[in-house]
C-alpha cells in the first residue's frame, strides 16, 4: 500500500511570491491535514479537511489555504510569501475524523523562501 | 489554550542504558495521546498511542508508556535502548471533542542520540 505522497520534495521561492504545495494521502483515507514543522516553533497545525471541507484550522494568516478534492488529495496554497515562512509542510492522513485515527505523515515538502 | 512540554530537548544515552523521555500536557478534558518518532531522512511515525483502559500502552520496537491522568502525564520509556533508536521523539494529543477533529498539538521534540 503507498504511503502518504507529497509533492514537489523542496521548493525555492522569493518574498512575495505564492506556492502551493500537494498531497496524497494514502488509498482509502479521507482526512487529509496540514502541519508546519520549523526549528523554531516545532510542528504546528494548519488545517484538516474531510470530505472536501475544511473541518478545522489552526492559528495561521489568511496568507494560508488550502482545499481538498473529490479523490480526497489535498493542496495548500500560500500567498504573499515571507521568509518566515520557510518551513517543512507536512501532510498526515487517516481514515476519519475519529482522534484516535493513527495518522500517517508524508515526507513533507522543503520550503525555502529567499 | 492546549499546549504539550517535553522536559528534554537532548538525551545522550549509551546503548542498553533505559530511556525515559517526559511529557505533561495542559488539557482538562479527555485527550488522546501519542508518542511519534522520526529516525533521521524519515517519516514521522506513530511509535504508540493511548485512548483509554490501561495506562501502560506497548509500542513498536520494545517502547511503552504510562498515562497518568493525574499528573497529566503520558512519558515514553525502554528499558534497555539500541544504537538504532536515535532519532527525534515527539509527543502529541489530540483533545477529544467527541472525535470531531484529528489536529495534535505536538511537543517541541526531543533528540535522542545513543552512543554504541
Known amino acids: 500500500k503507498a504511503g502518504v505522497t507529497q509533492t514537489p520534495r523542496y521548493l525555492i521561492k522569493t518574498r512575495g511570491q505564492q506556492v502551493t504545495l500537494s498531497c496524497s494521502p494514502i488509498s482509502g483515507h479521507r482526512s487529509v491535514s496540514w502541519y508546519q514543522q520549523t526549528p523554531g516553533q516545532g510542528l504546528q497545525f494548519l488545517f484538516e479537511?474531510?470530505?472536501?471541507?475544511?473541518?478545522n484550522k489552526g492559528n495561521f494568516p489568511g496568507r494560508f489555504s488550502g482545499r481538498q478534492f473529490s479523490n480526497s488529495r489535498s493542496e495548500m496554497n500560500v500567498s504573499t510569501l515571507e521568509l518566515g515562512d520557510s518551513a517543512l509542510y507536512l501532510c498526515?492522513?487517516?481514515?476519519?475524523?475519529?482522534?484516535?485515527?493513527?495518522?500517517?505523515f508524508g515526507p513533507g515538502t522543503r520550503l525555502t523562501v529567499l | 489554550a492546549q499546549s504539550v512540554s517535553q522536559h528534554n530537548h537532548h538525551v545522550i544515552l549509551s546503548e542498553a542504558a533505559s530511556l525515559e523521555l517526559g511529557c505533561n500536557y495542559s488539557?482538562?478534558?479527555?485527550?488522546?495521546l501519542f508518542w511519534y518518532v522520526q529516525y533521521p531522512g524519515q517519516h514521522l511515525q506513530l511509535l504508540l498511542k493511548y485512548f483509554s483502559g490501561d495506562p501502560l500502552v506497548k509500542g513498536i520496537k520494545g517502547f511503552e508508556a504510562e498515562f497518568i491522568k493525574s499528573k497529566f502525564s503520558f512519558n515514553l520509556r525502554k528499558p534497555s535502548v539500541q544504537w538504532s533508536d536515535t532519532a527525534e521523539y515527539f509527543c502529541a494529543v489530540n483533545a477529544d471533542y467527541g472525535g470531531a477533529t484529528n489536529k495534535l498539538i505536538f511537543g517541541t521534540g526531543t533528540l535522542l542520540a545513543v552512543q554504541p
Open positions: 498526515a492522513s487517516s481514515l476519519g475524523l475519529a482522534g484516535k485515527n493513527e495518522q500517517f
Open positions: 488539557y482538562g478534558g479527555t485527550v488522546n
Open positions: 479537511y474531510f470530505s472536501e471541507t475544511q473541518r
